[in-house]
């Protein structure tokens, strides 16, 4: 039934409190609806419709029918100072539920803040409710997977943890975001970050000495923007696919981390013509930066995979002459 849908409903609410009734896309079926009774008419203004006074009480009947709180809800929006729409009465409720938000720490996660403000813990954290939650801040709790060199350790107000040692156990470690906002410090050596676009790239590449090597695993980069603030200062080198969503991914980061070098070895290009994989590259990805061989590639409509070199014997200088060379674009 067609009113049983909150939006339909503050159609009726607002038609009655208001006398008219503006055509939105979110009431659309219940505005067609009341447009074709005989208790409403035609304002005059351009997708708007009004109540024929004289019918006023049918009107009244059906909200009383469909919607018998329909008058605590009218005065309720009139102290708020809200209007009888879907957005009034959505702020309404975003009141309403933070005023029974119950304390809170100083984190928590996005979806849990979203179902204290919003209707569901999908819901986006707009600015007002954000300001319900106060002092607290919000995290979208990711992981961020890593390789770390020899005698890396991180250290936060709780402790001091051997990364290279769990490493040595178990082949890796993961660090949470609430770590890295909470003001984790790395100590130990780090040459260089190396960031890796997918996952077998990643665990299988063989770094030189002193390398941390972190998965970005494609676009969700929230975490690994965390990472690159706890690692200032140090080089930091990515390492994708060649096609053109492992291109907007490494100049993703790069708003993040300006002077992002980018691993594109020349061995790479050796497989072009028994390796290439057919793509069509979008003619809005500006590629001008690239090397020569990466715009071949768009010419041909090919791009390549990073599997495919991650265990040649030449990775570790082509790692040094990403480390050495600037970053994409910028003259030697």
Same mark, same amino acid.
């Given at each position: ?67 018998? /709180? ?9 102290? /708020? ?72 350790? /991180? ?83 990515? *390492? ?26 020349? *061995?790479? *290009? ?18 001008? *930066? ?43």
């Amino acid at each position: 039934m067609i009113w049983e849908n909150d939006n339909a409903r503050l159609a009726l609410l607002e038609l009655l409190s208001r006398g008219s009734l503006k055509r939105r896309r979110t009431q659309l079926e219940a505005y067609d609806a009341l447009a074709e009774l005989s208790w409403t008419r035609a304002t005059g203004r351009r997708d708007e419709i009004g109540v024929v006074e004289e019918r006023r009480t049918e009107l009244a009947g059906l909200i009383d029918r469909v919607w018998p /709180a329909w008058r605590d809800v009218l005065a309720d929006l009139v102290a /708020a100072g809200l209007p009888p729409t879907p957005d009034g009465y959505g702020r309404l409720l975003d009141m309403e539920r933070a005023a029974a938000i119950p304390e809170l720490p100083e984190r928590i996660n996005r979806r849990t803040a979203a179902s204290l403000t919003a209707s569901h813990s999908k819901a986006s954290l707009t600015e007002a409710r954000r300001g319900a939650l106060g002092g607290t801040d919000t995290s979208h709790d990711g992981a961020i997977r890593l390789r770390p060199p020899d005698r890396l350790s /991180a250290r936060t107000a709780n402790g001091t943890v051997d990364l290279s040692g769990i490493a040595t156990v178990l082949g890796e470690v993961s660090i949470p975001e609430r770590a890295l906002l909470d003001g984790l410090v790395f100590e130990g050596a780090i040459r260089a970050v190396l960031l890796v676009e997918n996952l077998g790239a990643w665990r299988d590449l063989r770094p030189p000495p002193g390398w941390l090597l972190a998965h970005v695993p494609g676009w969700d980069t929230a975490t690994v923007g965390h990472l690159l603030d706890r690692v200032s200062g140090i080089p930091v080198v990515h *390492f994708g696919d060649l096609d053109p969503n492992g291109v907007r991914i490494m100049l993703h980061l790069r708003e993040r981390a300006p002077h992002l070098k980018w691993l594109v070895p020349d *061995f790479w *290009f050796e497989l072009a013509n028994t390796g290439g994989l057919r793509t069509r590259w979008p003619e809005d990805l500006n590629l001008d *930066f690239a090397p020569a061989q990466v715009r071949e590639l768009v010419t041909r409509g090919l791009w390549l995979e990073q599997e495919r070199i991650a265990l040649d014997p030449r990775m570790a200088d082509a790692l040094e002459g990403a480390l050495a060379a600037g970053p994409p674009g910028e003259a030697s």
